[in-house]
C-alpha cells in the first residue's frame, strides 16, 4: 500500500482535489494538466504536482491527468469507495441536514439509524430512516455493522454517548457537539465545531472592519 | 491595537481558548495556571504560555491567569463583543439548525433574517425570524445593516447568491455550500465543507482497519 507514506498536509487537501475532479467529470472533461487545475483550485501547480506524485503514476509528461482514473485513486485512498455504515445520534435539525445529504450515500456512507431521547421524535421516519430511542443503541450498532457516528447532539451528554459508543465498537466520531471527546486509541474523532468557525469569520470580518485585512 | 501582531496560527487556537476558558467559567473557577489549562485542553503548558504572551499581560507568574479577563479579551480579539447582523440563506434542515443555535446569539451574531426560494417555507417563522424570498435580499441587507451572510443552500446557484450578496454589502460569508466561491477583497469567507470532513473521517477509520493508525 502507498497510504503510509502520505502526509497529513496531504490527505488534508484530498477532499478538495476529489471534489474538483467529480466537477471535472460531471463537465466530461477527461484530461486536465497541473497548469488548468492549478487555475481552477487557485493552487500553484507546482503544488498540485506535488502532491499528486505522492500517489504516483497519475500524471504523463505533456498528457496531464486521466481525471476519472485520479478520481477512482483518491477515492480508494480516502476509503470512500467502501461502504460504511452510518448511525445520527441527535436527531434535531441538524441531525436532519446530515441524513438529508444524499451526497453521503453516493459515496459511501450509509445512514441507517437515528437516535434521539426525545419522544416526540423517536418512531418519527427521515428519509426511510427511523428515529430509536437510546436504549437501542447498542444493540443497533452490533446488529448492523456500524463503523460511524455522528454526535449531532448538544454537549452534555456527549463524553457519556461517545464512550457508549466506543464500548459498542464504533470507529469513528463525527463530533458536532462543542466539546473535544476522549477516545481510546483505535479510535478517531473529527471535529466540526460550528462556533469556532463562526468565530474565526468574525474575527477576520473585525479586522477589515478596523482596516488590518 | 495588538491585534495585527497575532499570527494565522495563534487566532486558529484562539476560539478553543475561549472554548474552554468559557466553561471554567461556568464552573466557577476565576484562576487557572498554564500547567492545569495544559492538562485540560491537552495543549503543553510551553504553547499555552506562547499562545498567551501574544496578547501580553495575561498571566502572573505563580498565579496563573484570570479567567474572566483572559475569557473578556479574547472575546474582544475574536469580535465576539461586537454585535453582528446575520442572515440564512436556505431555509433547509441546515439553515434551521442554525437558526436554533441559541449559543450564537450569545456571542453577538444575530440571525434577523433566512430566506429560500421555496413557496412552501416562505412566510413561515423560525424562532421568531421570518423566511423570506429571495427578491427582498438586496433591500433587507441594506436595511438591517446585516455584515455576516451564512449560505445553507446548494452549490448550484450559491456563486450567483454569493455576488449579490457581495453587492449588496456583506463583509463576511460563511459558506456551507460544497463549492468555493470568489469574493473580492474586503470581503471574506469561511468555508464549512461537511463533506471534505466525513472523507477525512473515513480515510483516518479506513487507515486504522488496514492497521496503519
Not at 486509541?185 to 463562526?198: A, D, F, P, W
Request: aromatic share 8%.
Amino acid at each position: 500500500m502507498e497510504r503510509k507514506e502520505i502526509s497529513q498536509a496531504v490527505i488534508v487537501r484530498l477532499p478538495r482535489y476529489y471534489r474538483y475532479l467529480g466537477e471535472l467529470l460531471e463537465e466530461g472533461v477527461e484530461r486536465i494538466s497541473s497548469g488548468e487545475l492549478s487555475r481552477r483550485m487557485k493552487v500553484t501547480a507546482s503544488q498540485i504536482r506535488q502532491d499528486l506524485n505522492n500517489f504516483g503514476g497519475f500524471g504523463q509528461q505533456g498528457y496531464g491527468y486521466n481525471v476519472q482514473y485520479l478520481y477512482e485513486e483518491i477515492g480508494r485512498i480516502l476509503g470512500v469507495d467502501r461502504k460504511h455504515n452510518m448511525i445520527i445520534i441527535g436527531s434535531g435539525n441538524l441531525g436532519h441536514a446530515i441524513a438529508n445529504y444524499a451526497n453521503f450515500k453516493r459515496r459511501g456512507f450509509i445512514v441507517n439509524g437515528m437516535f434521539d431521547i426525545d419522544p416526540d421524535l423517536i418512531g418519527e421516519s427521515v428519509q426511510g430512516i427511523r428515529i430509536r430511542g437510546m436504549e437501542e443503541l447498542e444493540s443497533f450498532i452490533r446488529e448492523n455493522d456500524v463503523q460511524i457516528a455522528a454526535i449531532t447532539m448538544p454537549k452534555t451528554h456527549a463524553p457519556e454517548v461517545a464512550d457508549r459508543l466506543v464500548r459498542a465498537g464504533i470507529r469513528g466520531i463525527w463530533n458536532f457537539a462543542h466539546i473535544d471527546l476522549a477516545v481510546p486509541e483505535g479510535v478517531v474523532v473529527e471535529n466540526v465545531h460550528l462556533s469556532e468557525s463562526l468565530m474565526r469569520l468574525s474575527y477576520r470580518v473585525c479586522s477589515m472592519e478596523d482596516g488590518q485585512e
